[in-house]
């Protein structure tokens, strides 16, 4: 047998792993790092996140990756050398995380890397007959595994889309293992760049448990903060969108995306939901000459609105309801009070909180949820989800790279 494979045969057979998740979201504030140790797998999960940090990327990442985030037309060039280019950043990153950490790079059995998304097309929206749903993330994980010399598990969403799924969102499996409850009603969002939740009723079982994006997060507003104000990457505790009133026209054309009609679980990403869909609704609304704070105003009331929308429509028949968030969205006081305000007019059993009541920073859990799949992959004896009860595919994500 190979070193290689006798080493991962090791590390999943032991107890506890050391598992490195790394997530660079839509929002491309900075990369994601969550060191866990993780004890079991499926069900009998425990994990602890040791530490966590977002080291934020330099403005040439930024700039190198917004050259072809999202657009569905660019250079292959540019792809292709930056899959290298992201990998071997991220295992920069990641190296220096682990010194911060105090940890040493032998101390850690497996990195989880997501990579960075470039364009997602899930089939709905290319609408390409005959074509499948598709997602493409770069940063190989070979450059990781190799700078890092540690075993990296990578680009997990085609395997998902390769069994029946959308690539998007992944995030229903570590929800489901790490917080279903069987005494509260629960609904996991996650307020990135895209919005997503998990819905996980405490009865039902598994069959009724599903993950969805909802609609746009942050992504939007950043798009419009960074080109209008070019030394601001998003509305820094909503000072831009507070001083604004909402327009109730620009509002309502833009709840009205075809996205919105689907049924759960769907996807999206910034291809939808960018700065040309906003300009054109501001077009069909009559409303191109709003100040800045009136279109940031009304930018974050959709959001409040589409994260809103979908929580009534899941919570309106449950007794109670409790929502845990996460993501940068918490950190938008008028994102959140909009949400707060049209949840308790219309869902006034639903209760709202950070993912910290649930012991875990909100701002790391999807890099967290990266190690679970890595540590799904390598240790569940058995599907723990089983595809024909699930509204996910029961599947082993994500590629293996080995150091040398
Ligand atoms: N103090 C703040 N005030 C307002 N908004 C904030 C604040 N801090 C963070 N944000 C928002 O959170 C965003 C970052 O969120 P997050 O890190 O969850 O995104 P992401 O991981 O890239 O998203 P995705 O879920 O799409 O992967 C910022 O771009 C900004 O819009
Ligand atoms: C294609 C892609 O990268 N999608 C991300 C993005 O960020 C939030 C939302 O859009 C979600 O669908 C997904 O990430 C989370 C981690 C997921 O798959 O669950």
């Known amino acids: 047998m190979h070193p290689h494979i006798e080493k991962l045969h090791y590390i999943s057979k032991q107890h506890t792993r050391l598992i490195i998740g790394l997530m660079s979201g839509t929002s491309l504030d900075g990369l994601d790092i969550a060191l866990c140790k993780i004890n079991g797998s499926g069900t009998n999960t425990q994990c602890d996140v040791i530490d966590f940090k977002t080291i934020d990327y330099c403005e040439d990442y930024r700039q190198h990756v917004k050259a072809i985030f999202a657009k569905p037309i660019g250079s292959i060039e540019q792809v292709c050398i930056l899959n290298a280019w992201i990998g071997r950043y991220h295992a920069k990153l990641v190296n220096q995380a682990i010194h911060d950490f105090g940890y040493q790079n032998t101390d850690i059995d497996v990195v989880a890397s997501h990579g960075q998304t470039i364009y997602h097309s899930p089939s709905e929206q290319h609408q390409y007959a005959n074509f499948p749903n598709a997602t493409l993330q770069i940063g190989d994980g070979d450059h990781i595994a190799v700078l890092t010399n540690i075993i990296t598990l990578s680009d997990f969403r085609q395997k998902h889309i390769a069994a029946g799924g959308q690539g998007a969102p992944l995030v229903m499996y570590g929800d489901y293992l790490m917080f279903h409850s069987q005494d509260e009603n629960r609904i996991m969002l996650n307020i990135g760049g895209i919005a997503n939740l998990t819905y996980l009723p405490s009865k039902g079982g598994v069959s009724e448990v599903f993950s969805s994006d909802i609609g746009p997060g942050n992504t939007i507003m950043d798009a419009f903060m960074q080109s209008h104000y070019s030394d601001l990457h998003y509305d820094t505790d909503a000072t831009i969108s507070s001083a604004g009133s909402v327009h109730q026209g620009l509002l309502m054309q833009l709840a009205s995306s075809i996205f919105f009609m689907q049924s759960f679980p769907k996807t999206t990403g910034p291809e939808v939901f960018n700065l040309a869909y906003l300009l054109e609704a501001q077009k069909l609304a009559e409303a191109t000459d709003l100040s800045n704070e009136d279109v940031m105003a009304t930018l974050c009331d959709f959001s409040a609105k589409c994260i809103s929308d979908s929580i009534i429509t899941l919570g309106k028949t449950l007794p ?38 649930l012991s875990l920073n909100p701002d790391a859990k999807e890099a967290v949820l990266f190690a679970l799949l890595a540590n799904e992959t390598l240790c569940a004896n058995t599907q723990t989800l089983s595809s024909q009860e699930t509204n996910m595919p029961s599947v082993s994500l994500g590629k293996v790279s080995f150091p040398d």
Do not use: C, D, W
């Not at 109670?320 to 949400?339: A, D, E, Q």
């Open 320 to 357: 109670h309801l409790m929502i845990y968030v996460s993501g940068g969205g918490i950190h938008n006081p008028l994102l959140m009070k909009r949400i707060q305000i049209r949840l308790s007019n219309q869902l006034p059993q639903a209760k709202i909180g950070t993912t910290e009541l």
